[in-house]
């Protein structure tokens, strides 16, 4: 491994570290010599109190330091210690989950922290010959105020396994093992004149071993990257902000019976303004940013897909590079009751790939918005929003001598609210949205040119009757046109509108009882704009639907709560047929169906921590279908489960903790399968905390 | 005093209200921005099925990736549909949001496929495992598909996987609510183990 520079700095903060800490531990120790009697007397008081374990020790040990000097002794190295065990299960129609959890905090001397993390899961699937096993161990150090900057330390070690069979019996092995160690240092605020800059340090090493489809798969790399960030004010609300950001990497990567070493490079500079004053706002920011990385990889084809078809799995040294901008500019400005917001980007990328068929990439993307919203009284106001998005890509295939041609897709939009309180008890919310979305291939080099408007149209008035009865109606329209432009796809374009109703009423007839109803119509028609075109057998046709729900709450005492609710749909689909000399169309009816479910849930608190649940539907399909073959079909089916929430803490402090939540599900019906016809879902946990 | 203020106040809200529905109503029946004409159509029609029942949903999106249809495939999505990816997938391409995989970036990913690629022949009913009926509003399947991609440089890249889809029925349509591949599958002809199309839309997700 090529880290061997990065071990003596790594090993200097580490030392530098436990030697602060040890300095500090021994002046704790030496304090407490002092009052052996009274040290005891603490202690067993601590192991009487309500408190037990490392936490007490502690605290006495702490107590005792400070006898002399009634607090102004040293500070103990070791604080407080928390441990925070947990094991729980998940269970749901897909998967079962075991996992344990050991969680243990210290907190040290200088607001310093230490954390060590341990866990275990296991994975079955239901459905699938599928196991997944992960085992993770951390160490987290943070510095806290023991050393001039930031400083964490980390420690992590991964493993996992995920063995999955298929119908034939294959079994495919995915298995990672990571090891890594990072140092991280920080300082903010340091002032050289009127800048003040932030400093940020980081370095890691990583060691993974990974097997994938019976190829080797391992990564071996010393990362180190440093950033410092820079402000100056200028004038009063005027900032001026800059970035700097350095990485390097170097390593072995081995893929197969290949290895190789790798190495990646990437830098990224970035400035800013900032203004604030009063009521404006405005910032403007650019960053550019340059990446460079040479790794062992399958051979890619033109889309960047492994190509499998080739002799074996090639694999090729490759060599990447990336080159990046990007520009914002937003501004808000706000004046009593008016508010602007205005807002442009650009991002421009590129992809170099040496060997892959990718060849070069090109990514270029604008943004326009715009926001103008008036409130003119405390409960009413108008809302105008406009966008305009305009992206394009294009790729130089390995080997072309000219670009494929540039992908561009374009998009408006356009919406506007008003909100207005009509009445004393009535408010009315009108919406209108227009969006247009345009694709278009350069020089053709495919037939997708298409575009996509559509407009959403909306009245919804609310009335708050008496504070308890209230109703609604809205009123919608929706119009979508889909529109291919090459002749090879224009046959099948299509306008489609639709109009929708919706009354609803909720009445809360007494304390205990409440009555909700939803009444829904809405019908469609799609006109397909080439119909009756020579060679287009496509027809227009139309669907309406309605539907009702009722749902009557009932709650007879504080714990028990009972729902039963009725949705009713009915739905109707029809084609046309002819249309007449006059321009009447005639329409056939293909389809009627009508859906009826009943449904029951019951609620039952039994105690502050544990809670009954169930519930049950019923299902009714009618389905008619007309035309050259008519048949009807009537399909029953249904489910009931039931189960239990248990959410119990005890303990000092609450610091244990047991939650479930466990049902039982029964199904039946013509769509249920062996492994949906009755199974548990579960969600149970115990964790404690000392 | 008080009165007149509130008189004033209420005389305001109106004309804004008023003012407000003058705006709104015109748009309703303009056009504020304008699509593109199409050409005519030449050549046969792209044929899809009455999506009123669960197989033909499948069969109309087999219909749409074999003619690079994003129209198609539009038709065949659902409004919360979720794509839940097989555990090669994932080590594939570990940089994907899969956790957020909706149907925006399910018709980003089909856009941008059909955009680069040169062909691709699907079977998506290869093998079938579960299938049932349609009934109530909800229908599970699970069945192995077969693809063969045709990339622009000529190479074809086969993938087969099973996967397990769940059918939603919104107002008189079905469509996918829910696709989740489960392990990739032998190739038919060769024994070999191939990839679900999971690597599909890791290569070509929006970035």
Not at chain 1, 30 to 46: H, I
Not at chain 1, 151 to 175: K, M, P, Y
Not at chain 1, 266 to 284: A, H, N, P, Q, Y
Not at chain 2, 148 to 173: H, L, M, N
Request: hydrophobic letters at 35%.
């Amino acid at each position: 491994m090529r880290f061997a520079w990065l071990l003596p700095a790594i090993i200097w903060a580490v030392s530098s570290t436990a030697a602060l800490a040890q300095s500090a531990s021994t002046e704790a120790d030496s304090s407490t010599v002092g009052s052996p009697d009274s040290v005891a007397a603490l202690q067993s008081q601590a192991s009487d109190s309500s408190s037990s374990g490392i936490a007490a020790a502690t605290a006495a040990a702490a107590e005792a330091a400070g006898l002399d000097g009634a607090g102004d002794g040293p500070q103990p190295f070791l604080v407080s210690w928390d441990l925070e065990p947990e094991a729980g299960l998940k269970a749901t129609v897909r998967k079962v989950e075991y996992y344990a959890d050991l969680v243990s905090h210290q907190t040290l001397a200088d607001e310093s922290k230490l954390t060590e993390n341990l866990s275990i899961a296991r994975e079955e699937y239901r459905k699938q010959d599928k196991n997944v096993d992960r085992r993770d161990a951390s160490v987290l150090f943070s510095g806290g105020s023991l050393l001039p900057f930031t400083t964490t330390i980390r420690t992590s070690w991964g493993w996992n396994e995920d063995r999955t069979i298929n119908s034939a019996g294959q079994t495919n092995l995915i298995r990672r093992d990571q090891k890594r160690a990072s140092v991280n240092l920080s300082r903010d605020k340091i002032k050289t004149g009127p800048v003040s800059h932030g400093l940020y340090l980081n370095g890691s090493i990583d060691d993974m071993l990974g097997e994938n489809q019976g190829q080797r798969n391992d990564v071996s790399n010393a990362i180190v990257s440093g950033a410092v960030r820079s402000k100056l004010a200028l004038l009063e609300g005027l900032t001026v902000a800059t970035s700097v950001y350095e990485e390097r990497s170097e390593g072995d990567r081995a893929l197969g019976l290949t290895t190789s070493p790798s190495t990646a490079d990437g830098d990224s500079l970035g400035g800013g303004v900032f203004f604030k004053r009063g009521t404006w706002e405005s910032k403007f920011s650019v960053r550019q940013s340059n990446y460079k990385r040479r790794y062992l990889d399958y051979r890619r084809n033109s889309n960047g897909i492994i190509d499998t078809f080739q002799v074996a799995q090639a694999i090729v040294e490759e060599l990447e590079r990336q080159d990046a901008l990007s520009l914002e500019w937003e501004n808000k400005y706000y004046y009593r009751r008016v508010g602007i917001t205005t807002f442009l980007a650009r991002d421009i990328d590129e992809q170099d790939y040496r060997v892959s068929g990718v060849g070069l990439k090109e990514n270029h993307q604008d943004e326009v918005g715009m926001d103008l919203s008036f409130r003119y009284s405390s409960s009413d106001s108008v809302t105008f929003k406009y966008k305009y998005f305009w992206k394009w890509d294009d790729q130089t295939y390995k080997g072309a001598t000219v670009s494929r041609g540039r992908q561009v897709s374009q998009r408006r939009d356009f919406d506007m609210t008003v909100m207005q309180r009509v009445f004393a008890h009535t408010g009315a919310t009108f919406k209108y949205s227009a969006g247009l979305t345009q694709d278009f291939a350069e020089n053709q080099f495919n037939d997708n040119d298409r575009d996509r408007y559509v407009i959403d149209s909306s009245i919804k008035l609310s009335t708050d009757w008496t504070g308890k009865f209230k109703t609604s109606l809205s009123l919608s329209y929706n119009h979508v046109e889909d529109i291919s432009i090459r002749q090879s796809r224009s046959a099948n374009n299509n306008e489609k509108d639709t109009y929708e109703i919706v009354p609803g009423y909720f009445w809360p007839l007494a304390p205990w009882l409440d009555l909700q109803q939803d009444f829904r119509i809405s019908i469609q028609f799609t006109d397909y704009v080439f119909s009756g075109y020579p060679g287009v057998s496509r027809q227009d046709d139309y669907n309406k639907r309605g539907n009702l729900n009722t749902r009557v709450t009932l709650r007879p005492n504080p714990r028990l709560t009972c729902t039963i609710s009725h949705d009713y749909s009915a739905k109707f689909n029809a084609s046309r047929t002819r249309t007449d000399v006059t321009g009447t169309d005639f329409y056939n009816r293909d389809l009627e169906q009508r859906i009826s479910t009943i449904d029951l849930a019951l609620t039952y608190r039994a105690t502050e921590w544990f809670k009954l649940e169930g519930a049950s539907y019923r299902t009714k399909d009618l389905r008619d279908t007309f035309g050259a073959t008519a048949s009807t079909r009537d399909t029953r089916s249904g489910e009931v489960w039931l189960g239990c929430v248990v959410k119990k803490s005890w303990g000092s402090a609450s610091n244990k903790t047991v939650a479930a939540t466990v049902r039982q599900y029964y199904a039946n019906g013509p769509n249920v399968q062996e492994s949906n016809a009755q199974y548990w879902d579960a969600d149970m946990s115990f964790r404690w905390k000392f | 005093m008080r009165d007149s203020i509130q008189r004033r106040a209420g005389v305001f809200q109106t004309v804004v209200t008023l003012l407000a529905l003058a705006a709104y109503l015109p748009l309703l029946t303009g056009c504020l921005f304008k699509p593109r004409t199409p050409e005519p159509p030449t050549g046969a029609e792209i044929v899809y099925l009455p999506r009123g029942e669960v197989p033909n949903i499948l069969a109309n999106l087999e219909t749409a990736l074999k003619n690079l249809d994003i129209a198609g495939y539009d038709d065949a999505i659902g409004e919360n549909f979720v794509y839940l990816p097989d555990s090669q997938t994932k080590n594939d391409y570990p940089a994907v949001d899969w956790a957020n995989w909706d149907r925006e970036q399910e018709l980003a990913f089909a856009g941008n496929m059909f955009d680069n690629i040169s062909a691709l022949q699907a079977n998506l009913r290869d093998t079938d495992i579960r299938v049932d009926i349609g009934s109530g509003t909800e229908v599970e399947w699970e069945v192995i598909y077969l693809l063969e991609q045709t990339s622009s440089d000529g190479s074809v890249t086969k993938y087969r996987g099973g996967v397990e889809i769940i059918f939603r029925q919104i107002g008189s349509f079905w469509y996918i609510d829910s696709w989740e591949d489960l392990q990739g599958e032998p190739d038919p002809d060769t024994g070999a183990a191939l990839t679900s199309m999971g690597g599909l839309r890791g290569a070509f997700a929006s970035k």
